[in-house]
């Protein structure tokens, strides 16, 4: 039992690393590609907040990353309604059963291939009042299913920003809804100090990851990036359905 509990452990840094180098190179995919992995190894009720300390160590690494190029407009009129919606996702996602869970991530990643692709196709513009209106709603999804960098990296570009600029916004933006989503779920009783601890390990590994993907930002094309992401929106999806029926 302790090798296993040792290999799990090892396997989750792992991919820890290798999702914190793709978030730093495209903006998300972190939590989409350790999601299934920490419900392997801890399950659905205790990986939703791991995974919530661990993303808030991947923004803060994003952030630091990029400073000089957040652009504290957008921060502001994403972030400010986002907050609150997150603290009432966080606290709707402890009222649902683990299996419920499952399902419902699974699905919400597989929407996304098709959800995200609809949105650029549309070419849609963003004024800075409607970015705000996207916050609050992918603000309580965040809360609700963990992980919508697919839908809030397309936000900020609707909005107009790319680059150093989006990464580093849409961190800063994440950075602080999640900080609530952990707020949340310690004054719920669902962050007990283990699980803190547990997050706080697995996001230094993101966190190494994040600052190694700087390096590749500019060498990846926009199509490897497209075929990137709805490959690990698929693969998780469909683990976590599967997760499900275990």
Not at 71 to 97: C, N, Q
Not at 110 to 129: F, T, V, Y
Not at 143 to 167: D, E, H, N, Q, R
Not at 178 to 185: M, R, W
């Amino acid at each position: 039992m302790a090798d296993i509990l040792t290999f799990a452990s090892l396997f989750t840094l792992l991919v820890g690393l290798a999702a914190g180098v793709v978030g730093g190179v495209v903006g998300t995919g972190s939590s989409i590609m350790l999601l299934p992995v920490l419900v392997w190894s801890f399950g659905p009720k205790q990986a939703v907040p791991i995974m919530a300390v661990a993303a808030v160590m991947a923004n803060l690494a994003r952030v630091l990353a990029w400073w000089r190029e957040v652009d504290w407009r957008a921060f502001l009129a994403y972030g400010l309604p986002g907050i609150p919606a997150a603290m009432l996702g966080a606290s709707t996602l402890l009222r649902l059963p683990p299996a419920l869970i499952d399902v419902g991530l699974g699905l919400f990643f597989l929407a996304m291939i098709p959800g995200r692709r609809w949105l650029e196709a549309k070419r849609i513009r963003l004024s800075l009042w409607q970015l705000g209106l996207a916050g609050a709603a992918i603000g309580f999804l965040t809360g609700l299913v963990l992980s919508t960098g697919p839908l809030s990296i397309p936000a900020f570009m609707a909005y107009g920003l790319t680059k150093g600029a989006l990464l580093s916004t849409e961190a800063a933006t994440s950075l602080f809804i999640y900080i609530t989503k952990v707020a949340t779920f310690r004054s719920l009783g669902a962050m007990p100090l283990a699980i803190l601890a547990k997050g706080l390990i697995v996001g230094a590994s993101l966190m190494v990851g994040t600052f190694a993907g700087k390096a590749l930002v500019m060498r990846m094309d926009r199509a490897t990036f497209q075929l990137l992401l709805d490959g690990m929106m698929l693969f998780s999806g469909l683990f976590l359905i599967a997760a499900a029926f275990r």
